[in-house]
C-alpha cells in the first residue's frame, strides 16, 4: 500500500545559521513519502544560496524564491498555492522536529479519520528545554466541528495558535485556499498573528481534531527576537501587521455570521496582543513618539475599548502567555 504523502511547508527569510538543524531533522525522517517546500522570502543573508546548495539532501524537496520580501502570512500562502501532499503541515525554518515526528502524526490522523492533528512541543532558549503544549488541556479524545473554534483559538494555552504543530488534510487545505486567496490583496506585511488568521479557517473546515503525544516539534527562541520590541520602525511594523491580521479574521467571520458569536472572546485576545506591544513601546521610551501615536490609531483601535495614552494601565509581563512570542 501506497504511503500517503505529507507536504511539509517551510518558510525562510534571513535564518542561515539556523537552517543546518532544520534540515538534518528532516534527513532521516522515519516517514518516507514527504514533499518539503522551502520559500525564501528574498533573504538577504545567504540562506538562498545555502538552500541551493544542500537541498539536494532531502529527498522530494524543492525551492521557491520571492524576488521581494512579502513576510510570513503570503511567504506561507505560496507553499499552500505548489503544494500536492494528502496532509499539510508547516515547519518554521529556524526550528526542527524529531526523527519520527510526522509518521506520529499522520499515524493518529490516518487511525482516527481526523481533519487536524496537533502534535507535541518543546520550548528551547539556549540550554533551557521545557514542554509546553504537552501540559494543555486535552479534555477529550476528539473535538467536533464547531468545538474546533473554541479550543483552538480561545484556550487559556496561548500556543495552540501556531500553525507549526497542526497537521491538516488535504479536504481542510483544498477549503480553506479559497477563501485564504480573498485576503491576499493589501496582505503584505503580515508577520503578527498571521497563524491566528490560518487557524480560524483552517479550524471552520475542521470536523475532526485530534491530539498525537510523544514525538516533538522543538520550538526554539533565539536572543535577537526581543530586538525586534526595541526598534521603532519594527515595532510600527508589528502594529500594522496585527491591524490587517484582525480585520481579516473578523471579515471571514462575519462573512460567516460567526462574528456576533465570537466577538467578545476576539476582542479580548487581540486587546492583550496590542496592550503587549503598547507596554514595549512604554519600556523602550517611545511612547511620545508621533509615529507610534500614529500607528496606534488604526481603525479598528475603538473596538478595543480603550483609548492610547502614554503609559499602559496593566503589566502584560505577568502573563505566560506572551513571554514566548516569536516575531521573525
Known amino acids: 500500500m501506497t504511503e500517503k504523502k505529507i507536504s511539509i511547508l517551510i518558510p525562510v527569510?534571513?535564518?542561515?545559521?539556523?537552517?543546518p538543524k532544520c534540515i538534518d531533522s528532516l534527513v532521516n525522517q522515519t516517514y518516507g513519502n514527504l514533499e518539503i517546500i522551502f520559500v525564501d522570502d528574498a533573504s538577504t543573508d545567504g540562506s538562498r544560496e545555502y538552500l541551493e546548495e544542500n537541498i539536494n539532501r532531502l529527498k522530494n524537496a524543492r525551492l521557491i524564491l520571492h524576488e521581494r520580501n512579502k513576510n510570513l502570512f503570503l511567504t506561507r500562502i505560496s507553499a499552500m498555492r505548489e503544494c500536492t501532499g494528502d496532509f499539510i503541515i508547516c515547519l518554521d525554518s529556524d526550528d526542527y522536529v524529531d526523527y519520527d515526528?510526522?509518521?506520529?502524526?499522520?499515524k493518529r490522523m490516518i487511525d482516527t479519520g481526523a481533519d487536524m492533528c496537533i502534535g507535541d512541543m518543546q520550548f528551547e532558549n539556549g540550554d533551557k528545554k521545557f514542554d509546553r503544549f504537552s501540559n494543555a488541556r486535552f479534555e477529550k479524545d476528539c473535538y467536533l466541528n464547531g468545538e474546533c473554534i473554541d479550543y483552538l483559538l480561545?484556550?487559556?494555552?496561548?500556543?495552540?495558535?501556531s500553525v507549526w504543530n497542526k497537521m491538516i488534510s488535504r479536504r481542510v487545505l483544498d477549503r480553506s485556499l479559497t477563501d485564504i486567496e480573498k485576503m491576499v490583496d493589501g496582505a503584505e506585511g503580515i508577520n503578527v498573528c498571521e497563524d491566528n488568521i490560518f487557524l480560524f479557517v483552517f479550524a471552520y473546515y475542521t470536523e475532526k481534531l485530534v491530539r498525537a503525544t510523544g514525538s516533538k516539534y522543538h520550538y526554539v527562541q533565539h536572543d535577537n527576537q526581543s530586538t525586534v520590541f526595541n526598534d521603532k520602525d519594527k515595532l510600527i511594523s508589528q502594529l500594522n501587521s496585527l491591524q490587517k491580521a484582525v480585520d481579516r479574521i473578523i471579515i471571514f467571520l462575519k462573512e460567516r455570521n460567526l462574528y456576533q458569536q465570537y466577538e467578545d472572546r476576539i476582542l479580548n485576545k487581540y486587546n492583550s496582543v496590542f496592550l503587549f506591544l503598547k507596554n514595549k513601546v512604554y519600556q523602550n521610551?517611545?511612547?511620545k513618539d508621533p509615529e507610534i501615536k500614529k500607528a496606534f490609531n488604526f481603525d479598528f483601535k475603538s473596538k478595543f475599548k480603550?483609548?492610547?495614552?502614554?503609559k499602559p494601565k496593566i503589566n502584560l509581563f505577568?502573563?505566560?502567555n506572551f513571554k514566548n512570542i516569536k516575531l521573525k
Not at 527569510?13 to 537552517?19: I, P
Not at 515526528?101 to 499522520?106: I, K
Open 13 to 19: 527569510y534571513n535564518v542561515k545559521r539556523f537552517l
Open 318 to 320: 505577568k502573563f505566560d
Open 306 to 310: 480603550f483609548k492610547y495614552s502614554d
Open 101 to 106: 515526528y510526522y509518521e506520529v502524526l499522520v
Open 285 to 287: 521610551g517611545f511612547s
Open 154 to 161: 480561545f484556550s487559556n494555552n496561548n500556543q495552540l495558535i
